[in-house]
């Protein structure tokens, strides 16, 4: 069943919290506004402003999609998690405005349906997230017949898009660039999509600094292992040599102890001796790293660029100090959290300590 597009309400702009109460209390206020320079107005014309100014055609219509959230929202939300695809199509069949519904209007969502930790913690997921998060690939199929935003940004920015990539799910990917989903910046550099991140750039050459999804090209593009795709943001004038871009980039670099994109951003001006909040260095970053098993490759290009291994975190240790606690700790996959195996840290220890003698 197509849905009636005159149906489709976009719901992005509704706040997470939104109720009938909340509601009512801002065509209250808005009646007021109103009245202030027409004593005639009406508390329906306001209702109908408010509705409007959400994308619904009336306030009927608001209502139905505000009630309709509040009894089956958790069910859709449960539908989509299990891959129900029954129940997803009887409840869209009823409500098809729920379909770019916010998934958490109470709390951030920050575990997925199996109580494992979510890979982001953020407000306002919406369906089309939870069906990339899960990798229910036929709901996500579902979802966008259904008319749900392939382009539609969570509470942290993020497009589906992005947590196909977090998650490596290439497949989902496909499904959503097929049905005309579009790549912004980060998911440009990420993908390795260089014509098209080299077009965004054209039209905006701020946008090589966005930090919508609270990280940097620059960081997506490090997460990605995309070189061509930190130079090109490099050319158009990325910035890595000052806060708080320096962390956008060195943090993720750290993170996943890059050896494809580390010799380009040091190749641009940033600091082997960058700090954190708390003092620690990218050395010190990547052996804490839960995700790196062996940093020693990283270490060895910081060390070629002049990283100083002396250098001491808020807590006093020095990279070598980290390395030696650090000895035991098993390295994860990133998500879901599965362990790899024993860190390898002694050809790091070895390194470090001759560069301390």
């Known amino acids: ?25 801002e065509a209250k ?25 959400y994308g619904f055609a009336s306030w009927r219509r ?14 859709l939300v449960n539908a989509v998690h299990a891959g129900d ?12 405005e729920l379909v770019n519904a916010s998934t958490d209007p109470e709390s951030p969502l920050t575990k ?12 306002t997921r919406r369906l089309i997230h939870l069906a990339v998060m899960d990798g229910k690939g036929d709901a996500l199929r579902l979802l966008i017949e259904r008319g749900a935003d392939m382009n539609v940004r969570d509470g942290g920015g993020r497009l589906p898009l992005h947590d196909c990539f977090e998650l490596s799910h290439d497949d989902l990917a496909k499904i959503l660039f097929e049905a005309g989903a579009v790549a912004d910046i980060c998911a440009a550099a990420a993908f390795g999509m260089h014509e098209r991140l080299r077009e965004i750039l054209t039209q905006d050459p701020s946008q090589a600094n966005d930090l919508t999804t609270r990280n940097s090209p620059l960081g997506w593009a490090v997460y990605g292992a995309q070189p061509v795709s930190a130079t090109i943001l490099f050319e158009h004038g990325a910035v890595v040599d000052r806060s708080p871009f320096d962390s956008y980039a060195w943090g993720p670099a750290a993170m996943v102890a890059s050896t494809a994109v580390t010799p380009v951003l040091l190749g641009h001006g940033a600091n082997p001796n ?5 003092g620690d260095t990218a050395m010190h970053c990547a052996i804490k790293s839960r995700i790196v098993l062996d940093p020693t490759k990283f270490i060895q290009l910081l060390l ?10 808020h807590e006093g240790r020095t990279a070598l100090d ?36």
């Open 1 to 25: 069943m197509s849905p009636d597009p005159s149906r489709l309400a976009r719901t992005a702009s509704l706040p997470p919290h939104a109720n009938l109460e909340h509601l009512k209390n």
């Open 29 to 53: 206020q808005r009646l007021k506004t109103m009245r202030s320079q027409n004593p005639g107005a009406r508390l329906s014309e306001a209702q109908l402003n408010v509705a409007r100014g």
């Open 62 to 75: 608001l209502k139905s999609y505000v009630d309709a959230l509040k009894d089956v929202g958790q069910k």
């Open 85 to 96: 695809l029954g129940t997803i199509r009887e409840i869209l069949d009823r409500h098809p």
């Open 112 to 123: 997925t349906w199996d109580g494992k930790p979510a890979p982001a913690d953020v407000f």
């Open 274 to 278: 960058w700090q954190n909040e708390v």
């Open 304 to 313: 070629k660029s002049g990283a100083d291994v002396s250098i001491r975190n």
């Open 322 to 357: 980290e390395a030696l606690l650090q000895l035991d700790k098993t390295a994860e996959n990133y998500f879901p959290v599965r362990p790899i195996a024993q860190k390898k840290l002694d050809q790091t220890i070895e390194i470090l300590r001759s560069r301390l003698a």
